[in-house]
């Protein structure tokens, strides 16, 4: 409880500015108290915005008030520092359950400062100053406090193990070294710390490289869903507009033939009713003339008879039936064949298209690549024709049969001087690029023949390793001999045990880092894959000794 009291305590009295205890404290109008040395830097920054307030009630004041020192206050600080908070401190430098307790201490122990690994022990600020004082404790190696000194003893002999046996891969004392270690490599264990320590270097380098890598890989894949998210999203409104572009169209021709057929049907109902209307008036005029013609035909008189005969009109001009073309009952049906029939084309048009755009949409190229091929046959479809560059050639190599066969000759071929050309080793490389994905086939006699891909930076001039297919990292080499392949990149070399053939097939997926090495004869045989990142586009290489080599046309 007291500890408690003296936390609040040193809250209350603690400047809201530097976190402090109070030095020099002053009261300014709206209560809250700050360093003096505190508040003015505060209100020397506000000066430049022409606002002096509180800091922490953010009460402004028109005027900057003057400052006083709180002697109240700081009587209160000064006092609570020589009892409380001395109190307080002692009472936190007592050895806890997790904590390292000195050695030295009796009764009630204090936290360890240090431990030695040299006496060994663990120490307090107090116990540890003979460490500083004395010349002879002033050599022994101080660490963080550790519970674990006793791991540093040796359990038969009670010494401290400062030896490294290497033969037994343990840590050991001197009296070890003479007893059941005798004979045996043994260092000081500093000597095999450094060692060890330098192991762990490269291995911390090679984490943070492949860490740099992934994290590469990681901003590339972000990149890469951006730019599908934008691809995707401008497709759909693209789409979106072509397609209702196709639908007003529709509509509008919609229109047009219901406008057509309404037109048309109006004219040909005004001129059947036309029709309508002149046989019923010829009809309402038979009528009468039947009527005229019964009344004589009824009259008894005859003489009244042959009077009114002659007043009787002749009969106008009949309407025939003949005249009038009746239609089969297909007015408009062939208008709805003809729709129809559009309609047929317009589904047969738009299930081809929409096979096209659907394998289009599937076939899209993103940055994760779809499987490697299973079948000679699925490998085909990427074969990439490869032709030698006779710049490139070493002078004692002989290109052929379109620059795709190299042969070693014992004499020099006449190539001019260029500075792509291999000066030393046999070798050449391809006038291809190759980038996405690409397989060919090298066909091989003889022995001596390296299959490669390299980096167009790769070092032509010389003898050195920085030149040769597979012994530095620009290049990646399958050596190929009648009894065995030998896989290298960066000089590491890589034994292949699968059986040899005279052919071999390359499959490269550039964009998903993937090269792979085929063994070709009845079947396809994988002899060796690679998964990594390649940063330039590769070329297609070969190495001759004693032999000679084929590019294989796949077309």
């Known amino acids: 409880m007291e500890q408690k009291g003296v936390q609040l305590d040193h809250k209350s009295i603690s400047c809201s500015i530097c976190l402090d205890l109070l030095k020099d404290p002053v009261t300014i109008p709206c209560g809250h108290s700050y360093c003096m040395n505190c508040i003015k830097y505060f209100w020397n920054e506000q000066d430049q915005r022409r606002i002096q307030s509180c800091p922490q009630c953010r009460k402004t004041f028109r005027r900057r008030p003057a400052l006083e020192k709180n002697i ?13 908070l001395q109190a307080a401190l002692v009472h936190h430098c007592y050895a806890g359950p997790e904590d390292v307790a000195c050695d030295v ?7 360890a400062v240090k431990s030695c690994l040299s006496c060994p022990a663990s120490y307090c600020q107090n116990h540890l100053q003979p460490h500083y004082d004395v010349p002879g404790l002033k050599k022994h190696n101080l660490v ?4 674990k000194l006793q791991e540093n003893i ?18 050991i ?5 003479m007893d059941e270690h005798k004979g045996h490599e043994t260092v000081p264990a500093a000597a095999e710390r450094t060692e060890k320590q330098k192991e762990i270097q490269v291995s911390q380098q090679q984490i943070q490289q492949r860490i740099q ?20 999203n401008k497709s759909v409104k693209d789409s979106e507009k072509i397609f209702t572009e196709l639908i007003h169209l529709i509509q509008k021709r919609s229109s047009d033939v219901k406008q057509q057929i309404r037109s048309q049907q109006k004219t040909e109902v005004s001129r059947v009713k036309d029709l309508q209307e002149k046989l019923e008036q010829e009809i309402t005029e038979l009528k009468r003339k039947d009527g005229e013609l019964k009344q004589l035909s009824n009259t008894e008189d005859h003489n009244q008879f042959l009077h009114n005969y002659p007043s009787l009109s002749a009969l106008s001009g009949s309407t025939h039936s003949s005249s009038i073309n009746i239609h089969p009952l297909r007015y408009f049906e062939d208008v709805t064949a003809a729709v129809s029939e559009l309609r047929d084309k317009l589904q047969d048009i738009l299930g081809d298209t929409w096979t096209n755009i659907s394998l289009t949409i599937t076939e899209v190229d993103v940055l994760l690549s779809e499987p490697e091929p299973k079948t000679r046959a699925g490998f085909l479809k990427y074969s990439k ?17 379109g620059n795709r066969k190299v042969t070693r000759m014992y004499q020099q071929q006449s190539y001019p001087d260029h500075p792509d050309r291999f000066t030393y080793w046999f070798q050449v490389l391809s006038r291809e690029s190759l980038t996405g994905r690409c397989y060919w086939e090298v066909e091989w006699r003889r022995e001596g023949v390296a299959v490669a891909v390299s980096y167009k930076n790769i070092s032509r001039t010389g003898d050195s390793d920085t030149c040769l297919f597979g012994y530095n990292d620009k290049s990646w080499s399958l050596d190929c001999y009648t009894e065995r392949y030998t896989f290298y990149h960066n000089n590491i070399k890589t034994p292949v045990p699968d059986p040899v053939s005279s052919r071999l097939g390359v499959f490269l997926d550039h964009r998903a880092g993937i090269l792979s090495f085929y063994s070709i004869s009845e079947t396809m045989t994988l002899l060796h894959k690679v998964q990594t990142t390649f940063t330039q586009p590769l070329y297609a290489g070969i190495f001759v000794n004693n032999a000679n080599s084929t590019f294989v046309n796949l077309k």
Do not use: W
């Not at 201490?105 to 936290?111: A, D, E, L, V, W």
């Not at 490139?392 to 049969?401: F, K």
């Open 72 to 84: 109240m206050l700081s009587a209160l600080v000064e006092d609570l520092k020589r009892t409380g």
């Open 105 to 111: 201490c009796t009764g009630r122990k204090m936290k």
């Open 144 to 147: 963080d406090p550790s519970k």
């Open 154 to 171: 040796c359990s038969c002999h009670g010494e401290v193990m400062k030896i490294f046996c290497r033969t037994d891969q343990q840590c």
């Open 173 to 177: 004392c001197y009296l070890c070294s």
């Open 213 to 232: 890598e992934r994290q590469k890989d990681l901003k590339l894949l972000q990149q890469e869903v951006e730019v599908i998210n934008v691809s995707a």
């Open 385 to 401: 024709e490869i032709t030698l560059d006779p710049n490139t050639a070493n002078r004692y190599l002989l290109l052929s049969e």
